[in-house]
């Protein structure tokens, strides 16, 4: 079990701070719930130093998808369900991008369900 004196003090004495992401929410079968980045966050504020991410919506994340597939950024397009770290992270490493579905929007949508 991590416990959060097993990993403070290397933190506190210059350990780098390494994170999959900073998503503020993630969806759920009862709606969005927080995710990690808000404890990220409070963790670089804590050992004054940027959390190195590698995953999306790093544009290193992007980059090495797109050395692997030996492709360029106008070649290849992401198809994601979250509006920030899919689309968003692939726009900020140029490559275009499709929200395959609306599961993580911030906004409450209207539908218009009138024919006209």
């Not at 927080?34 to 670089?44: H, Q, S």
Request: charged share 20%.
């Amino acid at each position: 079990m991590v416990t959060y004196v097993k990993w403070q003090q290397p933190l506190m004495d210059g350990a780098k701070l390494i994170a999959i992401h900073k998503n503020r929410y993630w969806q759920t079968e009862t709606g969005l719930k927080m995710d990690i980045g808000g404890f990220v966050t409070a963790l670089e504020y804590a050992s004054d130093q940027q959390a190195m991410l590698i995953g999306k919506p790093a544009t290193a994340f992007f980059q090495a998808a797109l050395h692997d597939m030996k492709l360029a950024p106008e070649q290849v397009a992401i198809i994601g369900d979250d509006i920030e770290s899919d689309i968003g992270g692939g726009k900020k490493a140029g490559i275009s991008g499709i929200l395959g579905a609306v599961a993580v929007l911030k906004i409450p949508l209207k539908f218009n369900n009138s024919a006209t």
